[in-house]
């Protein structure tokens, strides 16, 4: 499994906002996406840093939901809540645990 981290920077009082499109918008088109596992958005209400991750079943598919254009797509949907350019890494899950 792969995941993907964006880093964010949002006004702070855009913070539900930011919340709202990720809850219904953004998870509900990543579901339908090859590969997809999970999603997490982290958020420090105070200082509106955040980070977006998501999970995937292989480096393909988090490249392939990348090259489709399907990522930058999601991310122009909170452009006007942004204060600095986001930045991405991908990670290779090595350990992994639920409840």
């Known amino acids: 499994m792969h995941a993907r981290v964006t880093t964010v920077q949002i006004h702070p009082e855009k913070i539900d906002e930011a919340n709202s499109i990720f ?5 509900p088109a990543a579901q339908a996406q090859k590969g997809f596992r999970a999603a997490y958005l982290l958020v420090d209400s105070a200082t509106g840093k955040g980070m977006s991750i998501t999970a995937w079943d292989s480096l393909e598919d988090l490249q392939a939901n990348e090259s ?3 990522y930058q797509e999601q991310l122009a949907k909170f452009a006007p809540l942004f204060t600095a350019p986001p930045t991405r890494e991908t990670y290779e899950v090595s350990v992994q645990a639920q409840a």
Do not use: A, K, L
Request: without cysteine.
């Open 23 to 27: 809850r219904d918008s953004v998870i």
């Open 68 to 70: 489709s254009g399907f």
